[in-house]
């Protein structure tokens, strides 16, 4: 008998948000995009924050969708961008729209939290998390000390996945990928660390109970079910970090790999059995995020395609001002393969830099870094692209070294996942500098990982090691083999390190 089983996946980004079904039978999976949406930021009274009653609006959206087709939804899975939380009040309700990450009241106040309540080390090696002034404890700290109303009152505080998932059922949890984003989780006990939360005025029980990817939350309410035309349909908590999702479907064939789960950010690191705390790790900001099944995302976080999306973004609102409504020469295909005829490591950056965290313009902060390092500036778009693909490889050369420190094992090849892995030419770069393998693909790497917890959860699969295998089968990967030119990158990575290095001397 055939035995056939669909998955309902909330995938929400940092700019945008999708409703996708998964459908498995006899070990073929099958997905489809049901609904998409925007994910706009709200700027009002000097902050910034994200509107989760639309995104809350949009996912029984898609369900109604699901209804309206007749999909059998066996379960549903949220996953979302890290560190993000809301308030809930002593009556149940959300006290207001949550902050953003991007809100600019954590840009001093990371500093002010390690002069005036704990010091970087013992952060550090409480959490094991790279610090970011947008982490979660911090964001705390800063709403803390500008007495932020929603906060002194809150009963409860969940994270993004969290949240919406306790919108949709009543039930207040606290996930456990999503909650080691936060730098305030012990990974030696899985559990919020009590001194960090009383560092911030916080107690254990303002949180929801600690759950693994795969647990089941609860069932939708029965308003939901009204306004859905669904019935008492399960939520399971995937990996509701959506890094996690996307770490949990690499199509990898055993441990010996290496992932760069590549898209506006590029994480790049191992799956490791415990979190790896050390000096050494403490010295290269690296992060140990929850993994599925008790593992650990042993990472570093690069700025990524950031960069190029940037730089793409100021040139076409350039070609609208210019009344060129269409400008073919900036479709990604066009753009890539121009770069790749503008001559190598004639300009080197450093993707990591702070200049390139937002600027005003992408493209004047990448002439200014060349101009305060005596190098060539790049002028043309080629020469702009070409710059920032040879120093992503770059970068990702220096990380892939260390990952190779710190590994328990010996890694044979590097895995591509997510919007990113469709750049032939870096994928190739990346092989080239690295001098290792790259399998490219999937490119829906959060929504597979979102999908395949949710079929672990009901027993269609038993392990993370049968899901990859699965999704292995499903998907087309590109390999991509190291060339003979070692010689040339192990001289651009020279170059590389001699320029970052003057500009973290300036």
């Known amino acids: 008998m055939k035995v056939q089983k669909s998955f309902f996946a909330v995938d929400l980004g940092a700019t945008s948000g999708r409703t996708i079904v998964g459908t498995l039978a006899d070990g073929q999976l099958h997905m489809e995009e049901l609904t998409r949406f925007g994910n706009a930021l709200i700027e009002v009274g000097g902050h910034f924050y994200w509107d989760i009653f639309a995104l809350y609006n949009e996912i029984i959206g898609g369900l109604k969708l699901a209804a309206h087709r007749g999909i059998d939804i066996e379960s549903i899975g949220i996953d979302t961008w890290g560190v993000d939380f809301v308030c809930i009040g002593s009556d149940g309700a959300i006290m207001r729209n949550p902050l953003s990450y991007r809100d600019p009241h954590t840009f001093k106040a990371i500093d002010h939290y390690f002069n005036h309540v704990k010091s970087r080390d013992e952060v550090y090696s409480l959490t094991g998390i790279q610090f970011m002034n947008f982490n979660s404890l911090f964001q705390l700290h800063a709403m803390r000390s500008e007495g932020n109303s929603a906060l002194e009152h809150a009963e409860k505080i969940l994270f993004m996945p ?70 008492p349909v399960p939520v399971v908590a995937v990996a509701g970090h959506d890094t996690g999702s996307a770490v949990a479907a690499v199509p990898a064939r055993d441990e010996h790999f290496a992932y760069l789960s590549s898209g506006t950010w590029s994480l790049m690191g191992i799956e490791t059995p415990d979190a790896v705390i050390n000096s050494r790790s403490y010295e290269l900001n690296f992060t140990n995020e929850g993994g599925v099944e008790g593992t650990t995302r042993f990472l570093k976080n690069i700025c990524g395609m950031w960069l190029y999306e940037r730089c793409r973004k100021e040139w076409s609102e350039e070609a609208k001002k210019a009344s060129n409504q269409n400008d073919d020469s900036l479709s990604h295909a066009v753009l890539q393969a121009e770069a790749m005829q503008s001559e190598a490591f004639r300009s080197i950056i450093n993707p990591d830099d702070a200049a390139f965290a937002n600027p005003s313009s992408m493209v004047e902060a990448i002439k200014q870094y060349c101009r305060d390092t005596q190098q060539p500036v790049p002028t043309t778009r080629a020469e702009i692209c070409r710059c920032i693909f040879d120093s992503l490889a770059l970068r990702y050369r220096q990380v892939f070294g260390w990952l190779k420190e710190f590994s328990p094992v010996s890694i044979d090849v590097l895995h591509i996942i997510g ?60 390999c991509f083999e190291p060339t003979n030119h070692s010689e040339i990158w192990a001289e651009a990575y020279e170059k590389y390190l001699r320029i970052v290095g003057m500009k973290d001397e300036r």
């Not at 919020?192 to 005025?201: E, F, I, Q, T, Y």
């Not at 303002?206 to 009204?226: D, N, W």
């Open 162 to 231: 969290d949240a919406l998932g306790y919108m949709l059922t009543g039930q207040a949890v606290c996930e456990y990928t999503i909650a080691s984003t936060s730098q305030m989780l012990d990974p030696r006990t899985h559990e919020l660390a009590p001194a960090l939360l009383a560092s911030v005025g916080l107690e254990r029980e303002k949180f929801g109970r600690m759950v693994m990817p795969g647990t089941r939350v609860g069932t939708l309410t029965e308003e939901v079910q009204r306004m859905t035309g669904l019935g």
């Open 419 to 478: 919007g990113g892995s469709l750049n032939k030419y870096l994928n190739q770069m990346t092989a080239d500098a690295c001098e290792a393998r790259v399998l490219a693909g999937p490119q829906e790497c959060t929504a597979l990982g979102n999908i395949m917890m949710q079929a672990k959860a009901c027993g269609m699969v038993n392990d993370i090691w049968e899901m990859r295998k699965l999704i292995a089968s499903a998907i087309e990967m590109q």
